[in-house]
């Protein structure tokens, strides 16, 4: 079966850092961009990071630019999301997903069942 599975999610203090983990099952991660995304209570799904198969790097909303990396290993079927820096801001839900390349979560069908990120003091 098809399955994205994160983990890595905890809670942070404000200018710590994170490492979030996207372990693919049931299809190869070098077939898809993968994306992440993160929602926060009543807001709606936000693209954070993406990467295709073939990109050198990652694309980055502007919030996280310099301070997020996406990193694909595509011999371990997984995925990452290198976060530094954290900012209360950054408090959600933490997704991964497979699709097209894009940032919009609509164009994706293929989700992971979120981890938990808290940047608290």
């Known amino acids: 079966q098809l399955q994205l599975v994160e983990s890595g999610g905890d809670l942070a203090q404000p200018g710590g850092s994170l490492t979030l983990s996207c372990a693919l099952s049931?299809?190869?991660?070098?077939?898809?961009?993968m994306g992440w995304f993160r929602q926060a209570p009543g807001k709606e799904r936000e693209g954070v990071s993406c990467m295709g198969p073939t990109d050198d790097s990652g694309y980055y909303i502007d919030s996280v630019k310099g301070r997020f990396t996406i990193d694909r290993d595509d011999a371990k079927n997984t995925v990452y999301l290198r976060m530094t820096d954290l900012k209360p801001e950054d408090t959600g839900v933490y997704y991964c997903a497979a699709g097209p390349p894009s940032f919009s979560a609509t164009d994706y069908s293929l989700w992971g069942q979120g981890t938990q990120v808290t940047v608290s003091a």
């Open positions: 049931g299809f190869t991660l070098d077939a898809y961009t």
